[in-house]
Nanobody
Framework: QVQLVESGGGLVQTGGSLRLSCAASGSIFSITTMDWYRQSPGKQREWVAVITSGARTNYADSVKGRFTISRDNAKNTVYLQMNSLKPEDTAVYYC?????????WGTGTQVSVSS
């Protein structure tokens, strides 16, 4: 069983920055793919960014150039650095782990961007 715990959310003004963290329990972190997703009220959950076990990354067009995903395998943690935040980035952000036929979700952290 793997548990994912997100942190780092909060309220920030337009143009501000936040860094989200997702700490994973267990020993399989280094061989898994980690994603960040987000969900705004009344909208479907949308994919934001991914980092593979080999540290290859990809981003949704809406965040490309503003967000950076990274991972520290020694700390079993994935990060999402969010810069130049916009009100439309307001959402609950979830981390997602997949690999070895398994997948797990965190419980989410709220990010609110005021205009």
């Amino acid at each position: 069983q793997v548990q994912l715990v997100e942190s780092g959310g909060g309220l920030v003004q337009t143009g501000g920055s936040l860094r989200l963290s997702c700490a994973a329990s267990g020993s399989i972190f280094s061989i898994t793919t980690m994603d960040w997703y987000r969900q705004s009220p009344g909208k479907q959950r949308e994919w934001v960014a991914v980092i593979t076990s080999g540290a290859r990354t990809n981003y949704a067009d809406s965040v490309k150039g503003r967000f950076t995903i990274s991972r520290d395998n020694a700390k079993n943690t994935v990060y999402l650095q969010m810069n130049s935040l916009k009100p439309e980035d307001t959402a609950v952000y979830y981390c997602h782990l997949s690999g070895m036929g398994l997948e797990y979700w965190g419980t989410g952290t709220q990010v609110s961007v005021s205009s």
